[in-house]
């Protein structure tokens, strides 16, 4: 069955045709709540409720663009929500950004992906939202402080400090690292 026939008998309510596009798209979909989430079951959470959006959704997608591209919007904005509604932001003094901008993280080789999104799920919410957002979703600091109703100044400083927490925990874990497995 094509993709395009699928979305269309989930258009219909069809539930075996909700099942397979269920298990076609919840693994790719759960690696995109892992990144946000605080933990695994936090992740299936927002997976969940996601394919409920998805699916009362799906008669909004009108095959102008990727399904995949859709549905991740769908995830991503959904976490977006629940951040804003469980999160207080602390406001930072916009000069203090400068000096936190200069901070780049560079990841070695051979760091294993596993490790890589241990340490980010160990950030503090807001800091691994914003990383999160701008590093693998490509948001702007404006995107990002339009999103989360906070400043850029607020977003660049997050990330800023996202990646120092990074840097020192790749620092202080160097030749504990094992390179990823190729399958």
């Known amino acids: 069955m094509s993709l395009e026939q699928l979305i269309n008998d989930c258009k219909k309510n069809n539930i075996k045709a909700q099942e397979q596009l269920y298990k076609h798209y919840a693994p790719k979909l759960f ?4 990144k946000y989430a605080h933990d695994y079951n936090e992740a299936q959470d927002y997976l969940q409720e996601s394919f ?50 200069e901070i780049e993280l560079e990841i070695e080789e051979n760091i294993s992906m596993d490790f890589l999104m241990k340490i980010i799920q160990e950030l503090p919410e807001r800091y691994r939202m914003v990383f999160n957002l701008y590093v693998f979703e490509n948001y702007s600091h404006n995107e990002i402080a339009s999103a989360l109703g906070i400043t850029s100044g607020t977003s660049k400083s997050n990330l800023a400090r996202a990646r120092m927490i990074l840097k020192e925990k790749i620092e202080n874990n160097k030749g504990n690292f094992r390179l990823s497995s190729v399958k």
Do not use: M, P
């Open 31 to 34: 690696s995109v709540c892992l």
């Open 52 to 101: 409920i959006t998805i699916f009362q959704k799906i008669d909004q997608f009108e095959f102008k663009g990727s399904f995949d591209g859709w549905a991740k919007k769908i995830v991503v904005n959904h976490i977006l929500q629940q951040f804003r509604k469980n999160n207080k932001w602390v406001l930072i003094d916009e000069n203090l950004v400068e000096e936190y901008e």
